[in-house]
């Protein structure tokens, strides 16, 4: 079992930053490849970055490539996702997500995760 607690999100003008962090909680977690991903108002959920369970792989999404990037620190049970450069565009729910067992692969659809945080908001005002 592993839970997930998304903070960080908030109101930011476009071109600002936000960091987002999400705890997990379970003997599990060093073995998860750890996704985020993000929700807007009338859409359909879609797949923003992914780390492997051992950092080395990371992906994202051309939509936030160069402007976001996703770190994980195993000790702490944390990952984090540091956004620069935000535009109304990417005003969301911004949900992590974890695949147990998953050490070295690459996941983007989020069908393939396991366990889901409850979310937090990011609001970019233009």
């Known amino acids: 079992q592993v839970q997930l607690v998304e903070s960080g999100g908030g109101l930011v003008q476009a071109g600002g930053s936000l960091r987002l962090s999400c705890a997990a909680s379970?003997?599990?977690?060093?073995?998860?490849?750890m996704g985020w991903f993000r929700q807007a108002p009338g859409k359909e959920r879609e797949f923003v970055a992914v780390?492997?369970?051992?950092?080395?792989?990371?992906y994202y999404a051309d939509s936030v490539k160069g402007r976001f990037t996703i770190s994980r620190d195993n000790v702490k049970n944390m990952v984090y996702l540091q956004m620069n450069s935000l535009k109304p565009e990417d005003t969301a729910v911004y949900y992590c997500?974890?695949?147990?067992?998953?050490?070295?692969?690459?996941?983007?659809?989020?069908?393939?995760?396991?366990?889901w945080g409850q979310g937090t908001q990011v609001t970019v005002s233009s």
């Open positions: 780390i492997t369970a051992n950092s080395a792989s990371i």
């Open positions: 379970g003997r599990t977690f060093s073995n998860s490849g």
């Open positions: 997500a974890a695949r147990i067992n998953s050490y070295y692969s690459i996941y983007l659809k989020s069908s393939d995760y396991d366990y």
